[in-house]
């Protein structure tokens, strides 16, 4: 910008100097100057010529006087380019200590900059050095809302990542105050509700999170979802577990993992006749092998009731293990032996699992087949070890080879 206005004035000059040439050659002018005992005379042209030469002198001086701290600056910026660029691929690389080292001497050399600081604090936090993390956060917090910003999500996300989810928490939320639509702090801040358990604030979240694109539809659904579990598995009393159940919406209750959920809390509870009706509504709604499983609890109390229901259901699902297994599991705990042991044959020979096995050793063992018992047993255990289970004798089990 400067050159380009010297070479205007220049040509200017140039150009006035051509205009009056003519005009200064028939009438050159003159000039006296006075200064003390000096007296100065001369004419117009050399005058101006005299200051303009001056002029230049001037700026060449000006130039030459420059030229060493220009020099040394540019020098400088070029070692913390360089200085900044390794850090950064070191940084990348995982190289920690490289890329703080390398980093600190790039915002050293350029002067208190953010950005320097901001990758310095990471290196130094993926060396679990928090002393020196912290350091060079506050070095980075050079003044203006936006640094202050920038310097506390980045404090709060490397507190998160550490495990230190109390500690993010009150950052996070002063920053929600701040910034309601920012991306970032929504996701941290839904993060850290979720790592903390802190289910009612992280649903309250929930439309903040879908009106800023945090989630999209099915993310926010499967949120939903898990809230919906994780309070119902929080919850120590039978009121608090009903109350939850009736919070949640229509759909959320149809949700075969939240039935299974509030089966399970009322189970800890000790109350399995209140998931009763919750999960022949959700399986007439949509059948689930793993509720019928949960039906066919053997601890309730109304089992004569459930077998008369799982034998319904069996018309429609004659070739369902699980269904099997529950009225195995059933009929055994009723004493049903004969009927017991034909479902659990059947579950085992449409499905082997480590629960039917079990369920069938149990069966034996009370019946005195021992030795099969402990085959049973050991079937169990090997699918749980991911192995294949062995074949039962066949006078012990109509079982074809699983």
């Known amino acids: 910008m400067k050159r380009s206005f010297l070479l205007l004035l220049i040509l200017a000059l140039l150009l006035l100097a051509g205009a009056l040439a ?28 005299a200051l303009l030469v001056l002029w230049f002198l001037v700026q060449l001086a000006f130039w030459l006087w420059r030229m060493p701290v220009e020099t040394a600056r540019k020098m400088s910026e070029q070692r913390a380019f360089k200085q900044l660029e390794k ?6 690389e ?24 901001l990758a310095a604090a990471k290196a130094a936090d993926s060396q679990n050095a928090g002393d020196r993390r912290e350091y060079y ?5 050079s003044g203006g809302a936006r640094k202050k910003f ?15 989810r109390a500690a993010a928490l009150p950052i996070l939320q002063n920053l929600y105050k701040r910034r309601r639509k920012h991306p970032q702090v929504l996701e941290l801040l839904s993060r850290c509700y979720r790592e903390l358990g802190e289910w009612d604030q992280l649903q309250a979240l929930l439309p903040a999170l879908r009106k800023a694109g945090v989630l999209d539809d099915e993310q926010s659904l499967q949120l939903q979802e898990e809230v919906a579990i994780s309070k119902l598995r929080s919850v120590k009393t039978v009121e608090e577990l009903q109350t939850a159940w009736k919070k949640l919406s229509r759909a959320m209750r149809q949700h075969f993992a939240v039935v ?23 399986l007439k709604h949509e059948w689930s092998p793993t509720l019928v499983l949960r039906y066919g609890d053997p601890a309730a109390d109304d089992r004569i009731n459930r077998i008369k229901k799982c034998e319904k259901w069996l018309q429609k699902h004659p070739e369902d293990a699980d269904l099997h297994l529950a009225l195995g599991r059933l009929c055994a705990a009723e004493s049903l032996w004969g009927k017991a042991r034909e479902h659990l044959v059947k579950s085992l020979e449409l499905e082997p699992s480590s629960l039917g096995y079990d369920a069938f050793g149990q069966l034996l063992e009370r019946q005195g087949e021992l030795e099969p018992a402990m085959e049973c047993f050991r079937n169990a255990l090997r699918i749980n070890q991911g192995q294949t289970p062995k074949p039962l004798p066949t006078n012990v089990a109509r079982l074809s080879s699983p």
């Open 22 to 49: 003519p005009l200064l050659k028939s009438d050159p002018g003159h000039v006296l100057i006075n200064f003390g005992e000096w007296t100065i005379e001369t004419s117009v042209l050399v005058l101006a010529v």
């Open 87 to 92: 850090g950064l691929l070191a940084l990348t």
């Open 94 to 117: 995982g190289d920690w200590r490289s890329a703080e080292k390398a980093l600190e001497k790039s915002a050293s050399t350029q002067g208190r900059t953010t950005a320097h600081y």
């Open 137 to 141: 956060l506050e070095q980075a917090d």
């Open 150 to 164: 920038l310097v506390e999500l980045t404090r709060a996300r490397m507190l998160l990542t550490n495990g230190s």
């Open 260 to 282: 299974d959920a509030f089966a399970i809390g009322a189970a800890k509870l000790e109350r399995i006749d209140i998931a009763e009706p919750v999960i022949v509504a959700a």
